[in-house]
C-alpha cells in the first residue's frame, strides 16, 4: 500500500470511531503522510455567553487535525501536549479549517503546527502538538 492508500485507510478508520468529532460536525477534508485539512461549522450550541464560538472547541477542531495527520502513516500515536493561540473569534455561521502540517518527526516523538482559519482565510488560532508513538502498534492490520 502506498503512502497516500495508507494514509486515506488511516482517516477511514480513524472517523468510525471518532465520536467527538463527528458530534461536532467535523469533516477530514484532506489528508497525507504527515497532513490533515479538517472543517467544523459554528454552531448555536458551539457558542458561550459571549455568542462566539467557545475557545474549547476550536482547540477541539485542531486537536482533531492534529490527531489524523499524526497517525497517519499508520503508526498509532498519540498526544503528549499541546499550546494553543487563539487570536480572533469564531462567530455563528463561520466554516473553520483547521490545517496540520508534520514539523518534525524523529523515532517515537513528532512536533506538528496546526492553523485554524475561517471561511474568509483570517487566522482564528494557531496550535503546536507534540505526538508519541506507541512501539509499533498501527491503527489498522494492513
Known amino acids: 500500500?502506498?503512502?497516500?492508500?495508507t494514509a486515506d485507510k488511516v482517516r477511514e478508520v480513524m472517523f468510525v470511531d471518532d465520536a467527538a468529532s463527528r458530534m461536532l460536525g467535523m469533516q477530514v477534508v484532506e489528508i497525507g503522510p504527515g497532513h490533515a485539512v479538517l472543517t467544523m461549522t459554528v454552531r448555536v450550541d458551539m457558542l458561550n455567553g459571549f455568542a462566539v464560538c467557545h475557545g474549547g472547541l476550536i482547540a477541539t477542531?485542531?486537536?482533531s487535525a492534529f490527531a489524523f495527520a499524526c497517525n497517519s502513516r499508520n503508526a498509532l500515536t498519540v498526544a503528549s501536549g499541546f499550546d494553543i493561540?487563539?487570536?480572533?473569534?469564531?462567530?455563528?455561521?463561520?466554516?473553520?479549517?483547521?490545517r496540520a502540517e508534520e514539523a518534525s518527526l524523529g523515532g517515537r516523538t513528532g512536533l506538528y503546527d496546526i492553523t485554524v482559519t475561517n471561511q474568509r482565510g483570517e487566522l482564528i488560532a494557531m496550535f503546536r502538538?507534540?505526538?508519541y508513538r506507541l512501539g509499533d502498534r498501527k491503527v489498522f492490520e494492513a
Open 1 to 5: 500500500m502506498d503512502a497516500q492508500s
Open 61 to 63: 477542531l485542531a486537536d
Open 85 to 98: 493561540d487563539i487570536l480572533r473569534s469564531a462567530k455563528l455561521g463561520d466554516l473553520l479549517t483547521a
Open 129 to 131: 502538538g507534540r505526538s
